[in-house]
């Protein structure tokens, strides 16, 4: 590794410093004020797009409604993941980065405001000029490592070059007929998650894995929250109607397990230990679109649970039921594949998950699904903490693994 790779941190006695790499081997590297105030501003989109869902899903629209939250959220996902493995590379919190995160903060209130229209109405002209003004700042971000940092300037400016390419790609669509936008944002998609691995071919960036690992985790609790807050709203609004039923606080009692045991899953096992490579890297940064979006999802199902259980819902109770247990049943899934698989657990807990995640699917089909769901989820916790109480074995490194 070069020396300008094991710099320190940056002090902060200029207002102006060079952009160099971050050291990978930094101690205590934790996410900054200025990154937890974007992460901040990032849960108005999310709660955008979870309320937006939760409205089609109530009106009967699932595949409108799903297709839509699907297409904004990969914007959501994309802008905040590009800015937070720049970050961990290259922040110099000096006045020049905070002014650009302060332009990128910006561009996502703006794209928040573009989700209602984008989801309910196929009109994405809001959310492309914020995903732009966001973007604009990143390739200046980038344009200013590529002069500062000499050993990283190729892989820095394939990076303005990608995104800047994308960027016109996506403004371009909206001029194209609407028979061939879907078509079109394919492309786009395919086009983005391409650019990281094109860029990082002529020079790995120095992204911290704990840093990143903790960004991560960070934006889980945001998507958690948002579901904690969907199921609050609408069991609150119930209770000042005074249309409160015993399948109300079955819905209540089984959303908080749900989303207690999401929670225990995600942050069970600590996700920078295996995180030591570009390949294992994009892999469990890019399954995280998934990880996301089913965690917000679970919140718009247990509105719509609870608006079916007060009749304010267009929608069978299969329907309402399979609007909590299709993402959680996503979301353990993926949890287990990118988080937990790679600590190599036993084969009997490995197991359970795929298990478990096939019974919440099938407890949409009974009485009362969210609560079937969440004694599921609970008992697979009790199960774990059992199963993982002997030291184990981690083929990940040397000696022997503590319980936990």
């Known amino acids: 590794m070069s020396d300008h790779l094991a ?13 160099i790499p971050r050291s990978v081997t930094e101690p205590n590297r934790a996410a900054t004020p200025l990154e937890l105030f974007f992460d901040l501003c990032f849960v108005v989109a999310v709660a955008q797009a979870a309320d937006r869902l939760h409205h089609a899903l109530a009106d009967g629209h699932a595949r409108t409604g799903i297709l839509g939250y699907l297409t904004v959220f990969f914007a959501i996902w994309w802008a905040w993941m590009n800015v937070t493995w720049f970050a961990s590379a290259y922040d110099t919190d000096d006045v020049p980065y905070r002014l650009a995160m302060f332009v990128q903060i910006g561009g996502a209130l703006i794209l928040a405001a573009g989700v209602p229209r984008a989801v309910d109405d196929g009109d994405f002209t ?29 892989t820095a400016l394939r990076f303005a070059a990608g995104v800047t390419a994308c960027t016109v790609g996506w403004g371009m669509l909206l001029l194209v007929p609407d028979r061939w936008r879907p078509v079109g944002f394919a492309i786009l998609v395919a086009a983005e998650l391409a650019v990281p691995v094109w860029a ?27 579901s ?24 209540a009692a ?25 390949r294992v890297g994009f892999l469990w940064g890019y399954g995280h679109m998934l990880v996301f979006a089913s965690a917000a999802a679970v919140g718009a199902g247990l509105a719509v649970g609870a608006d079916r259980a007060t009749g304010h819902a267009d929608v069978s109770a299969a329907g309402a039921g399979a609007a909590v247990t299709v993402p959680v049943a996503v979301y353990l899934i993926t949890v287990w594949f990118l988080h937990l ?12 998950f795929p298990a478990v995640a096939f019974l919440v699917l099938a407890a949409a089909f009974t009485a009362v699904p969210v609560l079937v769901a969440g004694l599921l989820l609970a008992a697979l916790v009790a199960a774990s903490i059992v199963l993982t109480a002997a030291p184990v074995v981690d083929r990940s490194g040397p000696g022997p693994r503590a319980p936990g």
Do not use: C
């Open 200 to 226: 990082e071919h002529a020079g790995k960036t120095a992204w911290h894995p704990e840093h990143i690992a903790e960004r991560y985790g960070l934006f889980t609790l945001i998507v958690l929250g948002e």
């Open 7 to 19: 710099a320190s941190a940056p002090t902060r006695r200029s207002w102006h410093r060079p952009m």
């Open 341 to 352: 698989r790679p600590h190599h657990a036993r084969p009997t807990h490995n197991a359970l």
């Open 228 to 251: 904690v807050l969907a199921a609050t709203i609408a069991i609150q609004s119930a209770l000042d109607a005074h249309e409160a039923t015993a399948g109300l606080y079955a819905i």
């Open 254 to 278: 089984g959303g908080l397990m749900i989303v207690f045991s999401m929670w225990w899953f995600y942050f069970a096992k600590p996700a920078y230990r295996f995180l030591v490579s570009n």
């Open 126 to 154: 809001v959310i492309t000029l914020g995903y732009a003004v966001m973007r604009s700042a990143l390739v200046g971000q980038w344009l200013r490592a590529a002069h500062t940092d000499r050993a990283g300037r190729r």
